[in-house]
């Protein structure tokens, strides 16, 4: 741009340069966006894998990749040379016109279509085998998903529970995903266990579910699907075969009966509502939850052995009396659009409720 005397050349000597302003505030937002993807332990990242499934991926992705790299490097790099190396030098500067150059344009043709069907024959294998279902002594769970939470059931255990997904290390699990006919589209993604399996109204789909690595693994729905979509986490908890059966076990059991004392009128409430009719609105808590571990499919989370988890409300909250408070004093303040209604409880109802939710271990 040297000498010449264009508008911009005459614009930008006077004042404050606003190109190169322009220019340095875009570097500054990339640069604050490449610095934002450095964290030291990221709890969602797929290019940590430590499931069978994301691995495999990873696998795939790395060379791909690095071949995307060198395309890149290659084509930036002959475009930034053809810029300097032929640009206009003078006014009668024009440059050698020639049409068509069979050799280069095979050439860039065929090394293209190779690397294309290179990277096609893995992609494609891995397709396939992502979608074959698990052999052997694979454990099996039925993952529906509900605005905003999920529900777990898993088959031949005879547990039900919400948002907090146990499997035993060395042992695949198969999940068989579906949501509510007439619902919205979800999808389950715990980035360092496996990809995206997109959750779809009244069908059903199956993602595999493997790792050796004894962990809580963060996940989150990956498709928009309302208010709260954002806050429709999930945790992925990976034990050891031992620690695995000894959760079934007690997720299998009755929770116990609260002694008496303030837990034993959260009870009441919960199963009852209040003695001079039902909470505001609508009905009591056992309206919508249920208590027994055994019973899937209802309109709210299964609270059996809700105090056993270590968050609540889509994986939002942790599992504390003050969240729990929060929660029941207001919950569409605490989760926007949460099909919680807000029963207008007293604090002496918060009270007695969340010490009754807190012994059911
Ligand atoms: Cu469910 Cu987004």
Request: proline fraction near 7%.
């Amino acid at each position: 741009m040297g000498g010449d005397r264009s508008a911009w050349g005459t614009a930008s000597q006077k004042g404050a340069r606003p190109g190169r302003a322009l220019a340095g505030g875009l570097l500054l937002f990339g640069l604050t966006l490449l610095l934002a993807a450095c964290v030291p332990n990221a709890p969602q990242d797929a290019l940590e894998p430590v499931g069978e499934a994301a691995r495999k991926a990873d696998d795939l992705f790395q060379p791909v990749f690095l071949i995307a790299v060198g395309v890149f490097v290659l084509v930036e790099g002959a475009l930034v040379y053809a810029i300097v190396r032929f640009r206009q030098r003078s006014d009668q500067d024009a440059p050698v016109q020639v049409h068509g150059n069979t050799k280069i344009e095979v050439i860039w043709t065929l090394i293209p279509a190779a690397i294309l069907a290179g990277i096609a024959i893995p992609t494609v294998k891995g397709i396939f085998e992502f979608a074959r279902p698990p052999t052997g002594d694979a454990i099996q769970v039925k993952v529906s998903a509900q605005q905003w939470w999920w529900e777990y059931s898993y088959e031949g255990f005879n547990v039900v529970t919400a948002n907090e997904l146990h499997i035993p290390t060395g042992r695949p699990v198969l999940l068989t995903l579906t949501a509510p006919p007439n619902d919205v589209i979800h999808s389950y993604w715990v980035p360092k266990l496996s990809g995206k399996q997109d959750v779809i109204p009244g069908q059903e789909s199956q993602i595999t579910l493997k790792t050796d690595r004894p962990g809580t693994y963060l996940g989150q729905c990956a498709e928009y699907c309302g208010t709260s979509h954002v806050n429709m986490r999930l945790r992925v908890i990976a034990q050891d075969p031992a620690d695995f059966d000894a959760w079934v076990k007690a997720q299998q059991a009755k929770p116990p009966e609260p002694s008496g004392g303030l837990a034993a009128r959260g009870k009441e409430l919960f199963e009852k509502g209040r003695s001079d009719g039902k909470f505001p609105g609508g009905q009591a808590c056992s309206g919508c939850h249920v208590i027994d571990p055994t019973l899937g499919g209802n309109y709210g989370p299964n609270l059996a052995h809700f105090a056993s988890r270590g968050t609540f409300a889509g994986s939002v909250y942790d599992n504390t009396e003050e969240n729990l408070t929060r929660w029941l004093r207001d919950p569409q303040e605490a989760k926007a659009g949460a099909r919680m209604p807000d029963l207008k409880l007293t604090n002496e109802e918060i009270r007695a409720l969340v010490a009754y939710l807190m012994t059911l271990r």
